[in-house]
């Protein structure tokens, strides 16, 4: 296509769109309503981290129970009213970074699975062998949950 086959003439003038007007009162909202928060709703925090030096201490010198690919060790920390305090020890013998990450979240859900068999007040350690790369989840779940009941019978 060539210059001069392109027309000079300008367009007519195209009607405006035409916009529906708002649902909304003219002089706006009557009360100011808050805005909405954003992101997710606050965990409930039915486990809590530990984090004080004398807890890892203690766990230190308490007695481990092992089951299959997890070591599970319990010590009372402080109030009985207190949520359960939850750690957990993966060793780099487990893999990359990425492979204790992922055993590390299994771990923490398969912990969420079995709160029921958590006692307040205590702190547990939850370890894992380098086998548990291979593990599947579901027989992670069973295994802490084996695990638990046995700390509680000698509790």
């Known amino acids: 296509m060539r210059e001069e086959d392109v027309s000079a003439e300008q367009p007519e003038a195209e009607a405006q769109a035409r916009i529906p007007p708002s649902d909304a009162h003219a002089r706006g909202p009557g009360g ?29 010198r308490a007695r481990r129970r092992r089951r299959g690919v997890l070591t599970v060790t319990s010590v009372p920390t402080g109030f009985s009213d207190d949520p359960p305090r939850v750690a957990f020890a993966i060793d780099k013998r487990v893999g990359t970074a990425v492979a ?26 939850v370890g894992a062998s380098p086998a548990s790369v291979a593990t599947p989840y579901r027989e992670l779940v069973t295994t802490l949950r084996a695990t638990l009941a046995e700390e509680l019978d000698h509790a």
Do not use: E, K
């Open 32 to 60: 100011r309503a808050a805005p909405s928060v954003q992101g997710p709703d606050a965990p409930l925090r039915l486990i809590w981290r530990i984090r004080d030096r004398a807890s890892f201490r203690a766990l230190a």
């Open 100 to 125: 204790r990450n992922r055993v590390r979240r299994q771990l923490r859900s398969a912990v969420r699975a079995n709160t029921d068999r958590l006692r307040p007040g205590h702190a547990y350690l």
